[in-house]
């Protein structure tokens, strides 16, 4: 038997404007498969995703922020 395992990923964004924004990348990213939560601080501009690493990349999650409209990119902090 395997076990899923979970990821943290930290993301810094650019071009966040308002609040609204915010939901918009929750829902984006939020619909990838093996996406378990995903929490946007829209004032300090970071994403943070929990996720299961064989089945959503790094790279997917930012290519669904960049589909909501905004540039990401993996942050150490």
């Known amino acids: 038997m395997t076990t899923a ?4 990923t930290l ?3 650019e071009g966040f404007s308002c609040p609204s924004c915010v939901k ?3 829902k984006q990213v939020g619909r990838l498969e093996g ?3 995903v929490m946007v601080h829209f004032a300090s501009a970071r ?4 996720h299961d690493e064989s089945k959503t990349s790094v790279d997917d999650i ?3 922020v960049a589909k909501a409209g905004f540039k990401a ?3 150490a902090f």
Do not use: F, Q
């Not at 395992?5 to 943290?8: F, Q, R």
């Not at 994403?47 to 929990?50: G, T």
């Open 73 to 75: 990119a993996p942050s």
């Open 5 to 8: 395992t979970s990821t943290h």
């Open 35 to 37: 996406v378990e939560n």
């Open 24 to 26: 918009k990348i929750e």
């Open 47 to 50: 994403i943070e995703v929990d």
């Open 62 to 64: 930012v290519a669904a």
């Open 11 to 13: 993301l810094r964004a």
